[in-house]
């Protein structure tokens, strides 16, 4: 996320210096983008059922904000105007908490959508394969048969404590 978050700065950038007046456009088309991207791949990593992705997204935000800061000097150095090492002051607090937002925010709501994706599928759709496999469709007047999981001993049915 820090690579496409510094390229995206770095490509804005480079656009402002030949086209000043189209800035806007091409801003809002690259916050679209990274939006994007971080709420798409964290409803994937939700949905696929990745263990900790709450987590795993809080670093990323994190890491991606101090690291996208450091890229992104590093890229306007090299590619558009020669910036010093004096503008990394402000890239690793400002543009750093800025870019950790905008990575930490679309992620959250990209896990919520992706829980409510895979709370959609079921139980018992957890591997995207049917529990029998069946050549035909399942016939509705089927009696329910239960699930072949042990059942749960409850309070009542334990025996006294001695």
């Known amino acids: 996320m820090a690579v496409l978050h510094a390229a995206a700065a770095v490509a804005a950038a480079k656009f402002a210096v030949f086209q000043p007046t189209e800035v806007t ?6 916050l679209a983008v990274l939006v994007g991207t971080a709420a798409l791949w964290s409803a994937i990593d939700s949905w696929t059922g990745l263990a900790d992705a709450g987590r795993a997204w809080f670093v990323a935000a994190l890491v991606g904000g101090v690291g996208s ?10 590619f558009v105007d020669r910036t010093g090492v004096s ?3 402000s890239a690793l607090t400002g ?6 937002l905008l990575v930490l925010v679309p992620a959250g709501l990209g896990l919520l959508v992706g829980r409510r994706l895979r709370a959609t599928q079921g139980p018992g759709d ?3 394969a049917p ?4 050549d035909e469709p399942r016939d509705e007047t089927e009696p329910w048969r239960p699930s072949p999981r ?5 309070r009542q049915d334990a025996e006294p404590a001695r």
Do not use: M
């Open 131 to 134: 529990d029998e496999p069946r």
């Open 126 to 128: 957890d591997s995207g």
């Open 69 to 78: 800061g450091v890229l992104t000097v590093v890229g306007k150095a090299v």
């Open 87 to 89: 503008a990394l002051a």
């Open 95 to 100: 543009g750093a908490a800025f870019t950790a």
């Open 150 to 154: 042990p059942r749960r001993r409850d």
């Open 25 to 30: 456009l091409v801003t809002v088309i690259a």
